[in-house]
């Protein structure tokens, strides 16, 4: 996605949908109602209120209650400088708008392409503070062309403890909106502990979680899909035994004890191909080995396997 437009603008934009979230999550924890489901956490507006002001929320038709899906609209303060209430977080300015619309355009070319030939849109995660953005406009994308089938996935990153709440709001967001749900989730291959999860377990137990979660919405629509991007012979193991409609990956060279027994057990596995210059290339390809450090231990199985191979 950060080849589309500007990095400083998807982190801007980025930024701008971290504050409307802890903005939601601060008065969610004011009306004692933290410490739940994030689907579950559901504003009273009467209790946000100012008795001086009158009625705050003047829209007739305004809920009773909102949670995170559709608060956006309630993010308002009154200035008693103009005396009007305001947007509490700022407009994008006209130059941002044009990059938007750009953003959007390239987008939706890629995706027409997809579409006229058959395949799917994987639209991969980057750095976890440009992702916000990231996963807004895919999720823009999704609600335009998941109309009749998956054809845009989302990839959703499960080292961070937020992980479940953005894939059931998404989920959510599409059984309201009417559209085919497509989920790319990265496993447990990180290791670093900046990266929210304590530790690896955590991780795993995070995976499991929204996986689980997933596969219950395509018992429930059969249109939604899966692909589950994971060296984790565990999490291989638990999804096989789960559902056969599940599309899995792994990157080319790795884990082949992995993708050829599911490829020979009916399930469609794809080998992630990074494609470009070999100086662009080698810095993705050393991140990721770094990333993997915590199941290097496949590789002392691939070396038996391929000993054992040799040998007869």
Not at 19 to 28: M, Q, V
Not at 130 to 135: D, T
Not at 218 to 247: C, F, G, P, W
């Amino acid at each position: 996605m950060t080849a589309l437009g500007r990095p400083q603008f998807l982190l801007q934009f980025s930024e701008v949908l971290v504050k409307w979230r802890c903005f939601f999550s601060f008065l969610a924890a004011k009306q004692r109602k933290d410490g739940v489901e994030v689907l579950e956490q559901k504003l009273d507006l009467e209790q946000l209120q100012v008795p001086r002001l009158g009625n705050y929320f003047p829209n007739e038709n305004a809920p009773i209650c909102v949670h995170m899906l559709n608060f956006f609209p309630f993010c308002i303060l009154f200035f008693e400088q103009t005396g009007q209430l305001e947007p509490l977080l700022s407009k994008f300015t006209e130059e941002e708008e044009r990059q938007m619309k750009r953003m959007r355009q390239r987008l939706d070319v890629l995706a027409k392409h997809a579409v006229e030939n058959g395949v799917r849109l994987m639209v991969d995660a980057e750095q976890t503070y440009f992702q916000p953005a990231i996963s807004r406009l895919t999720v823009e994308m999704k609600s335009i062309f998941n109309r009749d089938k998956a054809v845009v996935f989302n990839t959703y990153q499960c080292y961070l403890k937020e992980a479940f709440d953005n894939v059931s709001m998404d989920v959510e967001l599409s059984r309201r909106e009417g559209w085919c749900f497509g989920e790319r989730s990265r496993a447990a291959e990180i290791g670093y502990e900046d990266l929210i999860n304590p530790e690896y377990e955590s991780t795993n137990r995070m995976y499991q979680r929204c996986l689980d979660y997933v596969l219950e919405e395509i018992e429930r629509n059969k249109k939604a899909n899966v692909m589950v991007a994971s060296h984790n012979l565990d999490t291989v193991k638990h999804t096989q035994k789960v559902n056969k409609k599940v599309y899995f990956s792994q990157l080319l060279g790795m884990c082949d004890q992995i993708s050829f027994p599911l490829a020979q057990a009916g399930f469609p596995v794809y080998k992630y191909v990074p494609y470009g210059l070999v100086n662009e290339v080698i810095p993705y390809l050393s991140r990721r080995a770094q990333e993997n450090r915590g199941i290097m231990k496949g590789v002392q199985m691939d070396r038996e396997l391929l000993w054992k191979e040799l040998m007869h």
